[in-house]
């Protein structure tokens, strides 16, 4: 219990009398409070309505909601929610729109108008279905003269596998895993005519070269003739007995050739609708079929590491072209139909004399499987594409590679050679499509793609900044609405209720993850380990920081580092427990005792590192290690001046302290006093004052002024619970600790005074720990400032004679060690006639126009003039004369007590007026006496 009741704790800097809930800064200065400084916080509620900051429970919750200060905050939130909301719907408008532009599923298929102006890209992701219409089952159609995006086709609920673009290039036909096609409107970007028809997915589809009809393949093994124009089937051809995977159409447009996992081609009538011929003679899966220019000849791919020449106006084998030695990919031709180019899985490609049936070359270079080939239109360049994210243009001539291109980051998956033009646009698993010019080797920008992409990008990662900051508003908001209402259990059972919910997206988040990891290409794009591990981190940090704001918001800052760094021990020690009883299958004691260990310190220790991280505060402290530094040039921007929460100590603390005590004492103690709130941050808030105590030109001045300031006389922390109020330090009892050297409980009892005592000894080898007379008289009177220290039945100033006895030699030094030696021996008088010698004990003090503690040598110097009328009460020889003095001394100790109460401050006040109390005692035992 302190000698006067304290006041509320006074953060620097003005406060708004109240907060508008329509004043957008109004939202940022409460989130600081929150995260940086809660006393100002809490010195905003008290300032609203000191009796109702003091009451709990349900009437409070009522009480507040009357008082406009508290009723903003509440209405503060639900806006902040809607805001938060709205980010959140425009980051995510965002992020599909960005997905659109970069193409997050894989290229399937590319098509090229006939003038090479524009090309469509079809998407689809092979391992996530998509069951609704949405970018990872899209087509774009692109502007390759512009280098731009035109749209995005959206339909499909499955991805597309292929797209066809007409001959007059006003329409494209895409197929899909969704079983259907679709006709397209390439330049309006809409969609036509839908065809269903089909039971299995579609895999292939070409378009005959008047224009009106599509082929399309499927898993069903059936193809379908489309009438395009309208939009109709015109006729199922059957026969195949395994899924279809290409299709070829002779220039005429009256025959197709269809190749099929059944290890066949089919030569059809398309007039009529029949099979014509079956080719047979492939052992595994035919993945490719093309026909000549004369559409006489048809060269298949199979996986069997072979291609063969047909002849398919008579339905026989020409050649079988072998010395591959892995499956063969793709194929393509040179436009007079004499050569053929095979791409395979053994990472080469094969020039073929298809007229002779024989091998011409081998090009080699390439470090993965070989996917795709094109030819250029002069047919003496060919364009390979491989899964080790390169292309390469191939002189046909001398074999050798004329260029590699380098620039995808993942599977090369589709090229084009754009008609009449020696460029080529190719698409990979990330990014947009990307043009090249052929006879340079060198990536042409799309310029159009780079400025939207730039653009869209700067606006998603200003939107989701702000999206976060208003998260972060949000959770501050709510954070200060539980303290509002039900104290420390509403704010802790708020941070339970927000680690809840956020740990129910983290673990929605880790499945995502783990569902993406089980597909091995997926995982090579998307990195799943990497996004489990990043939400990992996230969730730890975050719950970290979440646990000690919310401490620290509740004036229990050293309980906020250590409380979830214990919390996820424990919890790792439960989830060892649990794994090696409960989940472990194994009977044996080292098959249960070896996972639960293991777990155990996946939690206890892994994860409990994030934590520690955001307990100490550590993702923004390189900012603050920087502001401190800076602060040599600006001082306002070092830590010490605005977070009150600091964990770790940043450079020039104590300068930073010490230049402002000695630009003005006043203002110093001040801001001292706003970092020793901080039990972390103490030990440079006591060097500073140590230094300066022992460099000012008065010391005792200094130290009798942060005594008797009325400034300090407040809080260190805001109190919170009922029992703050009783137990709560004053800030003078903080900073007088301190200089002294002695441990001071910066709050209440309980659990936070134990982290205190443990950050104490955390701290307290970087504390100035010189003993000299200045703080040992510092500790006298921070001793002096508890009631229970002199009012004590055995309390005896000269035990502490060391304290005050060596401070002669500092100015005023001898005025204040003979005023203690004085009310030392006052205290010691048990005997009225001990009092005769209080004259001789202060003869020597006087009260002079630069004393340090005028008030009370004049009190003394009374106390001698009683001493004096003491001994005329020896004196006097009648009884009346002897009651008449009495009566004279005990009026004189009253009004010498009403002048102490007024005029003298602590500590010295309550001596003397023990003193006096002690005297009255005295006169009141002899006038008892003399009555007898």
Known sequence: MQLTMPNFPKPSGDLPEVLSPFNLRHYWLLAYWVYFRPTAFHRYLYQASPDVYQLRGYRKFVQTWRIRAYRNIYLMLPLAVVLMALLVGLVLFLYKSITVVNNTAWVNAIAVSPNGQ??????????????VPS???????????????????????????????????????????????????????????????????????????????????SGDKTLRVWDIDQGIPLQTLTGHNGEIWDIAVTPDGQRAVSASADRTLKVWDLAQGKELYTLSGHGAWVTKVVLTPDGKQAISASSDKTLKVWDIEQGKELYTLTGHSNSVLDVALSPDGKQAVSASADRTLKVWDIQQGKLLNTLTGHQGWVTSVAMASDGKQVVSASSDQTMKVWDLGSAIALHTLAGHHAWVTAIAVLPKTARLISASFEGPPKLWSLNRGIEQPMLGVIGTGIGMNVSFAIALTFMVLAGAVSLAIFLAISVIALGIIGNITA????????????????????????DPM???????????????????????????????LSSRTATGVFASIVFILVLGIGVGIVVACVVTEALSFNGRLRPGIRAGEAVSIGFNLLVAIGALRLPIYPIQFLMALLGRFREKWHPAAWDELLVLPVPRTQAFLQSHLQASEREGLRLVADVARNPFQRPWAQRALQTHLHKVSAPLHFLYDLLTSEDFNTYLLAPVRRVDWQLMPTTRQVLLGELAHQRVDGSGAGINQIAENLVWGLTRFVRNRQRSPLTRFAGLIYELTYTKTFEAVDFNLFALEKSYAGLSQYPGGVEIADSFEALATFLTYDHLSDLTGARDMVSWLSVQEFSIRPTVLSALLRLGDIGTKVKAYQAATTTVEQLATLAQITSALEI?????????????????????RQWRCLVSQAMAQVGQ
């Open 135 to 217: 970018a990872d089952s899209s087509l774009k159609v692109w502007n390759l003269q512009w280098g731009s995006q035109m749209h995005t086709l959206i339909g499909h609920e499955h991805g597309v596998t292929d797209v066809a673009i007409t001959p007059d290039g006003q329409k494209a036909i895409s197929a899909s895993r969704d079983r259907t096609l679709k006709v397209w409107d390439i330049r309006r970007g809409t969609q036509l005519h839908e065809l269903k028809g089909h039971k299995e997915w579609v895999s292939h589809l070409v378009i005959t070269p008047d224009g009106h009809q599509a082929i399309s393949s």
């Open 495 to 518: 941070s339970l209720l927000i680690g809840l919910f956020g740990s129910l997206g983290f673990c929605v988040g880790f499945l995502m993850a783990d569902r993406i990891a089980a």
């Open 522 to 552: 997926l995982e090579e794009v998307y990195q799943a380990r990497n996004i489990s591990l990043t939400l990992t981190i996230i969730s730890g940090i975050l719950f970290g920081l979440l646990v000690g704001i919310s401490f620290a």
């Open 896 to 916: 010498l007590d009403e002048e102490v109460v007024e005029q003298v401050l602590v500590p010295e006040q309550a001596i003397l007026r023990r003193i006096i």
């Open 118 to 131: 524009i090309a469509v890209t079809a998407s689809g992701d092979r391992a996530l279905k998509v069951k």
